[in-house]
């Protein structure tokens, strides 16, 4: 069955939405993240960790548009045959990237899906 991967977080500023955020769900910045913050050097894309990749996470991802379909949206986990299963289910295929699949909900609201092996790589989304 897919599981929650993390919830992801967009923003036009992560420098002041993470440590919102990170006070807010209880989930510490990452340490790889917490002196990029405190020296303004985050690259231009790049996101913001809170808590661990090996529990429930939540990315500050900066984004230039926050309009619908959302600032904040779900990354779910499983196996190939668990996509199969989403689709099956109502989702919809709203674009196909390098390491993961951008989905819609039956209302049209996205979320990615996220194949077990793809997440155990860098950092940033």
Known sequence: MPKIHSIVIHCHDPYLLAPFWSMATGLPVHPDDVKALA???LEEDESVLLGSRD?????ITPAEELKPPGRIHLDVTGADGE???LLKAGATVARELPHWTVLSDPEGNEFCFVPAVAHSGSSTM
């Open 39 to 41: 020296a303004h050097t």
């Open 55 to 59: 529990g429930l996470h939540v990315w």
């Open 83 to 85: 996509l199969r299963t």
